[in-house]
């Protein structure tokens, strides 16, 4: 008696498992088998779909680069002296020409003096030996000289001549070597850097100032190395320059060939013709290597879910997804889908708050 209730027993709980069993299949599933009933998903009406399809996109490069001038001069001393003197600022606009310093130039000065002796000295030598050889000359054409005379004299002359020009050479020297005590501006520009203030030792080749020329501006970028032979002089490059919001196209105007070994990158100037720029100024470069395919979905398309990114895929059957998608950078057809969706996929484009992850298209297969 005991066994049968419990096989009894046994056996109703065996036969409830199975009714909860079938039921949660009949719950789950579209058909679960033969005889079984199908799934009733929630009917979806109201919504656009759209089938993806590739789309050609401008591949482009982006890197980062600094805003210099066209034509930076570093100033250096030819001469070493203190410096006596010093007339500009760091900031100040200058001249072409125009006195920035002055270096003691006594020294020179003495050598001056002493080159315009040997100047005059030659040149009294000169007009004498040149006098000499007019009086032989003419005693020559009259015969009364013989020929070897008259090269002597000759000889004579061309050695003045020499010791002038040499002289003359030496003064024109000096005056340079002291010019070079005035450092001037060598082309019009805003001083960007002043190392120096009176009192100062100035060595020769020792940096003085940092003019940059009124020439305009251009970015210096480092470039991947798997670029290279693809960007040419001419082409267009977009820049932004956040500090002053500036958003500009401007043109390679250089293309260095050799690539740094360390980083594996070779440098491109690109020029500006903006105003308001700054040397120094952080820039971001894009720059064009052709084109290539991408699948771009419209931005309201994209349902954010806490931290997650998706859309709402369709299948032949109609029956709405969410999937998860991994997105890149926006483009001018809409944004671009790195990962997640295919080309020739279905996804809902409008009437999204009507989607139902889960839920089927009114209607069914979709074709």
């Not at 003064?171 to 005590?181: I, P, S, T």
């Not at 080749?205 to 940059?212: A, D, K, N, V």
Request: with cysteine.
């Amino acid at each position: 008696m005991t066994m049968n209730k419990t096989t009894g027993l046994r056996w109703n709980g065996g036969c409830l498992a199975a009714l909860i069993f079938l039921t949660l299949l009949a719950g789950c599933g579209d058909r679960v088998g033969p005889g079984t009933a199908e799934v009733k998903r929630p009917a979806i009406t109201g919504v656009t779909l759209t089938i993806v399809q590739p789309s050609k996109i401008s591949d482009d490069y982006e890197t980062s680069g600094t805003v210099k001038a066209k034509v930076s001069s570093n100033i250096a001393s030819r001469v070493m002296g203190t410096v006596t003197a010093v007339h500009v600022r760091a900031g100040e606009r200058v001249k072409a020409g125009q006195l920035l310093a002055t270096i003691d130039d006594r020294d020179a000065a003495q050598k001056v003096r002493a080159a315009e002796q040997a100047y005059e000295a030659s040149k009294q030598s000169r007009s004498m030996a040149d006098l000499t050889y007019q009086r032989y000359k003419k005693l020559h054409d009259e015969k009364a000289l013989a020929r070897q005379e008259i090269d002597q004299i000759e000889t004579q002359k061309k050695v003045a001549d020499a010791q002038y020009e040499q002289a003359k050479a030496g003064l024109e020297e000096a005056r340079v070597w002291q010019g070079f005590a005035r450092v001037t501006a060598p082309a019009a520009g805003v001083v960007t850097d002043k190392r120096v203030d009176p009192g100062s030792m100035a060595m020769q080749g020792m940096p003085l100032f940092t003019i940059e020329s009124d020439g305009g501006f251009q970015v210096e970028v480092a470039v991947d190395e798997a670029l290279s032979g693809k960007l040419h002089v001419g082409d267009n490059a977009a820049v932004a320059i956040d500090t002053i919001g500036l958003h500009t196209t401007g043109k390679i105007i250089d293309v260095v060939p050799a690539v740094d070994p360390a980083t594996r990158t070779f440098i491109v100037k690109i020029a500006l013709a903006d105003k308001g720029l700054k040397s120094g100024f952080f820039a971001r470069v894009r720059l064009s290597r052709g084109e290539r395919e991408a699948l771009l979905v419209p931005k309201g398309a994209i349902v954010e879910k806490g931290q997650l990114t998706g859309l709402y895929a369709v299948d032949p059957q109609g029956i709405v997804t969410y999937r998860l998608i991994r997105t890149g950078k926006a483009r001018e057809g809409g944004i671009e889908v790195l990962s997640g969706l295919n080309a020739g996929d279905r996804i809902i484009t409008a009437g999204l708050e009507k989607a139902i992850d889960g839920g089927q298209i009114a209607g069914g297969a979709v074709k």
